[in-house]
């Protein structure tokens, strides 16, 4: 892996682990504004681990994926966003939240090969769920264009971890690495799933 990209990765892993245990969705007391943006998606496990998942199978499709799938992610979740600060209503956010995780941990894990398009729209489809969980918790005294553009550039943030975690796979040591971070990010997203389906009955 090179140098350069090692301090970025190693930052993301120690907000993470720094940032409060909870789901970004059920946060509170969120002051507002760019910083809290910012630490928004880190701060919630769920919504990291898919957004790192993007990134990671972004780099297994290869060009163009690797680049326009993380721009996609957070191009859409901008507009999920809007919906959620309108309140549009979405069925199911949370479940599909989860879900996401779930999916692409394991497209991940089992390297799965789709057209370009057909990943792009999948991705596009969870970034609507993501960025609508983000929205309906802008908190009041937010200012919501630093507050989108503090979510959006943290999303940015943890793709490009997921798109060096994903350069590993040029060795076959890397590889297995990398699909073993699928298997727990789909795990985790299992967890996820069933926490959200219990909270929805």
Known sequence: MPRCRLPLLWA???????????????????????ISGLLHPLTGADHLIAMVAVGIWGA?????????????FPLVMAFGGVL??????????????ALSALVLGAAVAIRLRVPFAAAAVLVGLFAVF???AHGAELPSAANPLAYGVGFVAATGLLHLCGITI??????????????????AIAALGCYFLALSLEGAT
Do not use: N
Not at 60 to 71: K, M
Not at 168 to 182: D, H, K, M, T, Y
């Open 84 to 97: 959620g600060v309108l309140r549009v209503p979405l069925p199911m956010p949370e479940v599909a939240v």
């Open 60 to 72: 297994q499709l290869g060009a163009p994926a690797i680049w326009v799938l993380p721009i996609t």
């Open 12 to 34: 993301l892993i120690a907000v993470f682990f720094l940032a409060q245990p909870a789901f970004a969705h059920e946060q509170s007391g969120v002051s507002g504004g760019l």
């Open 130 to 132: 993501h960025g609508h």
């Open 166 to 183: 994903g350069t590993l796979s040029r060795w076959p040591a890397g590889e297995r690495l990398i699909q073993g971070f699928g298997v």
